[in-house]
Every structure is written in structure tokens, then in C-alpha cells.
């Protein structure tokens, strides 16, 4: 296991909306082979409670194009060359101070703490090919 975790950064209304559960599917227009940790970060503008800093972890699943159907759970309309990326068990963190990057970036695991006090438990995803390709 690596000593980072990979990060993404959101902007609000979108990064509260998936700490708060409304949002479950995150849309962009680019996509990557990583699967698994995720940490979720929310840029500096607008303001809000939690900008600037890292503020959940989830699990990346699936990365697929956006379908018409995916609009409620993306919290948004259908667009051209929209990828959804399927989010799942977002759990809070004890927030901390985290500069923003386009793409994918690497953030020290030892910074990610969860709100609730459990350990993390980091279960890295394999690409679906390699159960094909020993």
C-alpha cells in the first residue's frame, strides 16, 4: 500500500451535496483507470464551510459514460462527453487544509482521519480486466 491516497477537488454546491448524500454520482469529462480511496476536497471558491479543505472519503466504482437517468443522482443535466463516476460510502473526515488541483492528485494518507474516530480501511480495486489477465 502507498503512503497517498488519491484526491479529487469539487465545487460547491456539488462537494456538500455528496457529504450530505444528495449526490452520488460525480460528473467529468475526462475519466481514469483508478478504482477505490478517493479523497474529496472542495476548492477555495465559492466559500462555504469546507472550501479549501479535504473533507470525505469515498469509493470510485465505475466510471462509465452519463446517461439520461443519471441526471438526479449526478444533480445535473446530461452533457456532452459527460463520464459519471459512481461514488459510494462517502464517509466524513476531520477536515484539513488542502490546495486544490486539476485531475488527480496524491494527498498523504496520514492527513485523512475520519469524523467518526474508526480507522480507514483502505481497500485498494483491482481493474475488472485483471481477473481475465493473470
Known amino acids: 500500500m502507498t503512503d497517498t491516497i488519491k484526491a479529487l477537488s469539487l465545487k460547491e454546491p456539488w462537494a456538500s451535496k455528496i457529504l450530505n448524500g444528495e449526490k452520488t454520482i460525480e460528473t467529468r469529462t475526462w475519466k481514469t483507470k483508478h478504482r477505490g480511496p478517493l479523497l474529496l476536497c472542495c476548492s477555495q471558491k465559492p466559500k462555504s464551510q469546507i472550501s479549501g479543505k479535504a473533507f470525505a472519503i469515498c469509493e470510485l466504482n465505475e466510471i462509465r459514460p452519463m446517461k439520461k437517468s443519471d441526471e438526479e443522482e449526478a444533480c445535473c443535466e446530461l452533457y456532452k462527453g459527460a463520464y459519471a463516476w459512481i461514488i459510494e460510502n462517502v464517509q466524513p473526515i476531520i477536515p ?9 492528485y496524491d494527498v498523504e494518507r496520514s492527513k485523512v482521519k475520519l469524523a467518526s474516530g474508526k480507522d480507514i480501511e483502505y481497500k485498494e480495486k483491482q481493474s475488472s480486466l485483471k481477473k481475465y489477465y493473470k
Open 96 to 104: 484539513f487544509e488542502q490546495k486544490g488541483q486539476l485531475g488527480l
